[in-house]
């Protein structure tokens, strides 16, 4: 395992009864990346996502985050969070009491509480916002509350599942520009799992990303791709 790693696979397979979803997957993501799982339907992705954050165990091998083994250790202590498709917002709260809403048992005192939930307003520019109900949000508005408050806990690694999927073309390669933008400003790893469709943007804003041309039963390729930092740098200030 390298130094840099922040996520290792190291042999590790998954089957559900005779499919074999995962097959003796072996690479590393690195601190501070931003990384895309790129794919078809089937292929193995949303697996791999499911079992970095705990709701899958592998068969076989071993997932690693920043240097621990993942085995024994359930979703909730776990140093990542993730935000989903679907947003998963709490119609009966306010914006404030969504993003709150994981710290309840965090120990943080009202004050401190409160100033960690107005800095993450100001990061992801809802600042005003903070009493409005979920009913009163836009589809991008609540795309950056479910983001909110998978950071407000301070992971080592944001995962993201498909979390532009419900949002319009245009909001959508918006807020993929505001991901990649606030990926670099936290400085902390996100992977991602994008839809299919809308790979051509999200891979020129990721900075790594790891494609798998398989179908269930053949074996993994992993082909590692590095988006030059010159043109993604141009494509950012072009924004």
């Known amino acids: 395992m390298s130094r840099d790693a922040i996520i290792s696979f190291q042999d590790v397979s998954k089957s559900f009864g005779k499919v074999k979803a995962v097959d003796g997957v072996n690479f590393e993501i690195n601190r501070g990346e931003f990384f895309s799982l790129l794919g078809p339907s089937g292929c193995g992705k949303t697996t791999l996502l499911r079992m970095v954050a705990g709701f899958e165990m592998p068969d076989s091998g071993e997932v ?7 085995s024994a250790i359930p979703p909730n202590q776990r140093p990542v969070n993730m935000v989903f498709q679907n947003y998963a917002i709490f119609p009966h709260m306010d914006v404030r009491g969504n993003i709150s809403f994981g710290m309840r ?3 943080l005192s009202k004050v401190e509480l409160n100033r960690r939930i107005d800095e993450i307003l100001e990061l992801i520019k809802l ?8 009913d009163e949000l836009s589809g ?3 795309q950056r509350v479910a983001l909110a408050r998978a ?3 301070q992971p080592k690694v944001l995962l993201l599942d498909e979390p532009l999927g419900a949002l319009d073309k245009k909001l959508r390669e918006q807020m993929q520009i505001e991901l990649r933008l606030l990926q670099q400003q936290l400085g902390i790893t996100f992977l991602s799992l994008p839809m299919i469709r809308r790979r051509p943007l999200h891979f020129l804003i990721a900075s790594r990303s790891c494609q798998r041309d398989m ?3 053949s074996h993994l390729q992993l082909n590692f ?3 030059l930092g010159r043109v993604l740098s141009q494509t950012l200030s072009a924004v």
């Open 140 to 142: 991008g508005q609540r």
């Open 151 to 153: 950071l407000i806990k």
């Open 225 to 227: 791709t590095k988006i």
């Open 105 to 107: 048992k965090s120990g």
């Open 64 to 70: 690693f985050i920043d240097g621990q083994p993942m």
């Open 127 to 134: 600042q005003g916002f903070g009493k409005r109900g979920a």
């Open 215 to 217: 179908l269930r039963r």
